[in-house]
């Protein structure tokens, strides 16, 4: 959004009020250099006409008039309300330093002083400021309660700080949500892991069950074998018996014969 579209410029053609102190001749050279500063203003030579209004102040330096339309002139050449190169950042400091100073002088010069506020709510509302764009707007409207454009303004500030908070509590609510989402899908992780080292310990456990029951079967039929082979041996060592008692009656019937 360019400064035009939001900002409401004020040029101020003097009516100077004379203090003794100050010579007709200063009033006559502070008068020519505003009025110049002025036209140059509005052809939009902003930089040119800032120049003329500082001469105004060192002719008078404490001139509300020269201190508002130089304000105003450093913030025209700024072209983006957002750009943050040092030299834009130096106008709109300065521009704004002026303003501010205008701003207080509400007893002194209360339609000045409504418009610099005025002005400095545009300020900060072109940069989403919008908190302190509705203080500026306020302070504009407590001076000058009849400043319509104060009044919409103000009120399309306070919208958009509506908008703003609710922007940002929907993304802190986000935000919460992704921790959340974040715990779970840890705890989630947390969860498989657990699941596949307990897999892991089961499998384990199985084939150290499955190596203890072959170990088993191993030895089961290591011992039928072997009482396999026992009893053979002892069948045979009763068929060798037996065997040796048939042939020793038989030698003693044939002896007995004979």
């Given amino acids: 959004m360019r400064w035009h579209n939001i900002i ?4 101020i053609i003097v009516s100077f009020s004379v203090a003794g102190i100050v010579s007709a001749q200063s009033v006559r050279q502070e008068r020519r250099l505003i009025t110049d500063g002025n036209k140059l203003y509005i052809e939009r030579k ?3 006409a800032a120049s003329r209004y500082l001469e105004a102040l ?3 330096g404490a001139s509300p008039v020269a201190k508002y339309n130089l304000g105003m002139a450093q913030i025209r050449q700024v072209t983006n309300p957002k750009d943050t190169s040092a030299r834009s950042s130096e106008l709109i ?5 002026y303003l501010s100073e205008v701003a207080q002088m509400a007893k002194d010069k209360p339609g000045l002083a409504s418009k610099a506020n005025y002005n400095l709510g545009n300020l900060e509302f072109n940069r989403e400021n919008y908190a302190e764009a509705i203080n500026f707007y306020k302070q504009s409207l407590r001076i000058d ?3 319509d454009n104060a009044r919409k303004n103000l009120r399309i500030a306070q919208l958009k700080q509506q908008n703003q908070d609710q922007n940002k509590d929907n993304q802190d609510q986000n935000q919460d949500q992704n921790k959340d989402q974040d715990n779970q899908d840890q705890n989630q992780d947390q969860d498989k892991k657990q699941d596949q080292d307990q897999n ?9 069950q499955k ?6 079967n191993n030895q089961t039929a290591s011992q039928i074998l072997q009482a396999i082979d026992n009893k053979e041996s002892q069948t045979r060592a009763r068929v060798n018996r037996a065997n040796k008692g048939e042939k020793s009656a038989a030698a003693g019937r044939r002896i007995k014969r004979w």
Avoid: A, C, H, W
């Fill in 8 to 11: 409401r410029t004020f040029l």
């Fill in 46 to 48: 902003y930089k040119e």
């Fill in 58 to 60: 060192k002719v008078n």
């Fill in 93 to 97: 400091n300065s521009g704004m330093k």
């Fill in 145 to 147: 309660p009849n400043d």
């Fill in 200 to 208: 892991k310990d089961q499998d384990k456990q199985d084939q150290n």
């Fill in 211 to 216: 190596q203890q029951e072959q170990n088993i």
